[in-house]
């Protein structure tokens, strides 16, 4: 402990009648703008639906290009917006590929069985 911090915890606050004055240092961290270019990247590689993934893809490269030049507000007005695309590019992705799996799978069986049928009509095996 240094001298002065030892002296200043023995001694206390001051109990005079004499007003305390204090300074407020206020000191804001950094902000951190989050621009979703590894998101936009991953959506326009496997859910690119109707090219959406390549403009939210965009929209991240703005915002990152914002918050390097120090427009925080730009920055973060193109984050909302490709978050907003990614999101939706994502959801659109997602039900497509599960509407492709469950229309495989409820087509398959009927396909297999129409080229059976076709098979004993024709007289195959």
Same mark, same amino acid.
């Given at each position: 402990m240094i001298k002065e911090e030892h002296e200043v915890?023995?001694?206390?606050?001051?109990?005079?009648? $004499?007003a305390v004055m204090s300074t407020v240092v206020n000191i804001q961290p950094e902000t951190i703008v989050p621009d979703? /270019? /590894?998101?936009? @990247?991953? =959506?326009?590689?496997f859910f690119n639906v109707c090219c959406l993934g390549f403009v939210a893809f965009a929209f991240s490269v703005k915002s990152r290009d914002r918050k390097m030049v120090g427009d925080?507000?730009?920055?973060?007005?193109? *984050?909302?917006?490709?978050?907003?695309? =990614?999101?939706?590019? %994502? #959801?659109? $992705?997602l039900l497509g590929t599960i509407g492709f799996i469950v229309f495989l799978? @409820?087509? %398959?069986p009927? #396909?297999?069985? *129409?080229i059976t049928q076709a098979k004993h009509s024709l007289g195959g095996y």
């Open positions: 915890a023995i001694m206390g606050s001051p109990q005079g009648p $004499g979703h /270019v /590894v998101w936009s @990247l991953f =959506n326009t590689l925080l507000i730009g920055a973060r007005s193109y *984050a909302s917006t490709a978050k907003c695309l =990614n999101i939706l590019t %994502l #959801v659109l $992705g799978v @409820l087509l %398959l009927a #396909v297999i069985h *129409a």
